[in-house]
């Protein structure tokens, strides 16, 4: 809620390393070496020291993400991993409300012409 | 609406030339995002919750409706098919990419429209009332006076690199539709003694975590010192506002840090050395951009025609219409309609791409081709005769933007918060929805009369809460979101900030707060047609905070 | 750290002289503001060229008096987003005339280069190479500006208007104080 980008590092629980992607701005999460844009497949830690390494490694990684952050998730019975807060849920899953109508048709590849 | 010219146009095209430079080199990493982000704001374009956003500057809220068109190409060609506008004349685009944002800005280009400066540390768009040039209260078109001072501040030099934003607006009617008093500076026109129009400027007004109304620091300027005193203010503003605490970096801070008095002396001192140099405006460069301006050849029409008046007799929801959304305009015959985009259910300000082309087929047939944005989030169409009141209603109305609430209740200004926003803290549009279903019945809204609710999702106040005669902020607590209410805003020529009245409700009761607050005024006004905020400064909040905290 | 200096890349002749240490006789020197004040009228007089390192938070009215003596002039910019040298150079340059070199100093990128020349600036010390090279493009990005500046390029509204009547005269007059055509 408030923007993690301004929070100092604080682990309370399992976390992952999010960002956007930087040519089309898409959430994505940091998994082994390098994104993913579903949750499922990001690398979740519950150590602050690994969380560090990753948010590094993302930070460096400028060329396809931007403004990295650590992020809190919620880890279920069955091992899948959910958004830790409402944040970050409506990062993952997009605006809780609907689209204006006409608009629920998504643009599936598009090729810009120039 | 201003024409632009060969010059206009080409800078306009350099610019998108540059943006995509600039693209291609944050693309290949030869540009850091630190290094790319503030060239990339300077074009209007941020990074948010989900995608880039685009926000694109329509200059005082005038379009064309061959730029509305265009508006609708963009939003289905680089987006999901709709448009939000925003509560300072722009639209803005939530789901674009940058690596297709060039080409976008090239369309844009097309028609002279761009993200110049609607973001970044720099003057931002210059903004009006949207009944300039029609409203009857009006000395002189203000938007030319915009025009002005927008073409001198685009890329200025000097002032690119200032502390912060600086947003400027322009009225010249007595009753302030523009909100002024808070902007960093405004202009209100007068007329003086000896019958000369010139400016009363007021400087440091603007909401945020420290909010102010702006204060008079120049009574009257004259129209040939408007360039040289907007860039002594300027001047002072970039060379001494705050640098050190990005909170304290507008010049509102500055005003208050230094004193009104003490501030608009530093100015004097500054303007006097320039008044006389390039900057002074004579009669020539005036008329020229004001001849840039094209008027429509109104047809010389009767007021309230027999054919009007019928329809009003026959068909009670268009009756209700023309009674809520359609003004005086100062042309006999004519009349000025606002189109309500606050559907119920709807978020506020949004405005799909078929409506848009629909809206701008409209415009060609019956508002000689403009179309105006106000700051309230809703459209007008400025020139309409009166005698067409009934085919351009039923097109309206086929298409949404025909609910009477223009001004009541449920026609609410929203910031598109926690669902868009990286910087929000909670959700606004989903509160600005329950409203509008709790008082969609449109007799209990008439009731309730004008009534202006803002909502911001977060202290920034892109909804202009501060203002609102209600306004509501959401916050942040321990992980949930609550919302603090105030009462008595005034965004007016009386403007006025509201007051809180108590402690901040869960996202559940926003809905349940407004309807006891709605319920409590039509106990206490004193007649039916005392108006809301007349009630709430007759008898103080506290009558409105004891019936909101009593069972809380 | 190139220079960039009428639009080439050249040498620096000037030596910047720390606060403590002797400034050597007969080569160009820029100095800190607080040296310069301290020893302006003995420094000024010196043959060789002087320069001075302002800082960006100190009027440049206190300069004036020492104008017509400096060679050069540095400013700051610290990061490049704090635009307050932008204010110092046209103040240098339009309200107190100074001629001499107005040199850019601090984070100077190449998307800033086209401002720093309009502002009055005619020496940058370019922060990237890959940007010092590119100096001719960036400052060709635009053919069309809307303000009165000293570089000689004349203002929109001055262009719309015929040349012949009076204002745009008088505006040809008062811009084209200096001239300075990039390569």
Known sequence: MTSPLQQKLKINGPVVVTANRLADGVVVYRGEGGWTTKLDGAAVTTSAAVAQELLAAAKADGLHAVDAYVAPVQVTEDGRVRPGNLRERIRSSGPTIDLPLHALRVKADHVPVR | ?552 | MPLVKQGHIVEDVFVRVLDDAPIPDGVPVIVTAERFLADAAELAAREAPLGVLWPNNRKVAELEPWLGRLALVALIFPKFRDGRAYSQARLLRERYGFRGELRATGEVLRDQFLFLIRAGFDSLEVTKAADAEAFAAAVSTYSVFYQPSTDGRLAVRRRRLPPQTPAAGREAQETGQRHFEPR
Not at chain 2, 10 to 21: I, M, S, Y
Not at chain 2, 33 to 38: H, S, V
Not at chain 2, 378 to 391: E, G, I, K, S, T
Not at chain 2, 475 to 481: H, I, L, P
């Open chain 2, 1 to 552: 609406m201003y024409l632009y010219d060969e010059l206009d146009r080409t800078l306009v095209g350099e610019r998108v030339a540059e943006f995509r430079g600039q693209v291609a080199r944050r693309l290949s990493g030869e540009l850091t995002e630190d290094e790319f982000k503030p060239l990339r704001l300077m074009n209007g374009v941020y990074l948010q919750l989900h995608a880039y956003m685009l926000r694109i500057s329509i200059p005082y809220g005038t379009l064309s409706s061959a730029q509305l068109r265009m508006l609708a190409h963009v939003a289905r060609r680089y987006d999901r098919g709709y448009g939000h506008f925003t509560t300072r004349q722009n639209i803005q685009y939530h789901w674009i990419k940058l690596e297709e944002l060039p080409d976008a800005m090239a369309d844009l280009a097309s028609v002279g429209m761009h993200g110049m400066q609607t973001s970044g540390n720099v003057v931002r768009n210059i903004t009006t009332d949207q009944w300039a040039s029609v409203a009857p209260d009006e000395i002189e078109d203000p938007r030319i006076w915009a025009e002005v001072i927008r073409q001198h501040v685009t890329l200025h030099p000097e002032f690119s690199f200032m502390p912060r934003k600086f947003k400027i607006a322009v009225g010249s009617s007595r009753h302030d539709r523009a909100a002024l008093r808070i902007h960093d500076m405004a202009l209100q026109m007068h007329r003086n003694g000896a019958g000369e129009t010139g400016f009363e400027v007021m400087v440091g007004g603007g909401l945020g975590r420290t909010a102010f109304i702006a204060k008079t620091i120049k009574p009257f300027l004259h129209k040939r010192d408007v360039l040289s005193y907007v860039e002594a203010v300027l001047r002072t503003y970039n060379q001494f506002g705050r640098r050190d605490n990005i909170y304290k970096a507008r010049i509102k801070i500055l005003v208050h840090e230094l004193g009104a008095e003490a501030f608009a002396k530093e100015v004097e001192t500054e303007w006097q050395s320039i008044k006389d140099g390039p900057l002074a405006l004579d009669e020539e460069v005036i008329a020229d951009i004001a001849s840039r301006f094209r008027y429509p050849a109104y047809a010389r029409l009767d007021d309230s025609p027999p054919e009007l008046a019928e329809a009003r007799r026959s068909d009670r929801r268009f009756d209700a219409w023309v009674g809520n959304s359609v003004a005086k305009h100062k042309v006999p015959g004519y009349a000025i309609v606002t189109l309500s985009l606050k559907p119920e259910g709807g978020t506020p300000g949004d405005v799909t791409a078929e409506q848009m082309d629909v809206i701008a087929d409209l415009a060609d047939r019956y508002s000689f081709g403009e179309i105006r944005v106000g700051h309230e989030q809703n459209l007008a169409l400025p020139h309409v005769a009166q005698r067409d009141l009934p085919a351009v209603w039923r097109a309206l109305d086929a298409i949404g933007v025909a609910i009477p609430n223009v001004n009541l209740i449920t026609d609410i200004i929203a910031c598109p918060g926690l669902d868009y926003c990286s910087l929000a803290n909670a959700r606004s549009i989903p509160i600005a929805q329950e409203i509008t279903r709790r008082f969609r019945n449109l007799d209990l809204a008439r009731d309730l009369g004008r009534l202006h609710i803002n909502i911001s999702g977060c202290i920034n106040a892109c909804g202009h809460h501060h203002v609102g005669h209600i306004g509501i902020l959401g916050v942040e607590k321990n992980g949930e979101e609550f919302y603090q209410i105030t009462l008595g805003g005034k965004a007016d020529e009386h403007a006025t900030l509201g007051t809180l009245i108590g402690p901040a409700v869960p996202y559940a009761q926003v809905a349940d707060v407004v309807e006891d607050i709605a319920a409590a005024y039509i106990e206490l006004r004193e007649r039916p047609d005392e108006l809301f905020i007349d009630t709430v400064k007759r008898t103080g909040v506290e009558p409105f905070r004891e019936r909101v905290y009593a069972a809380r």
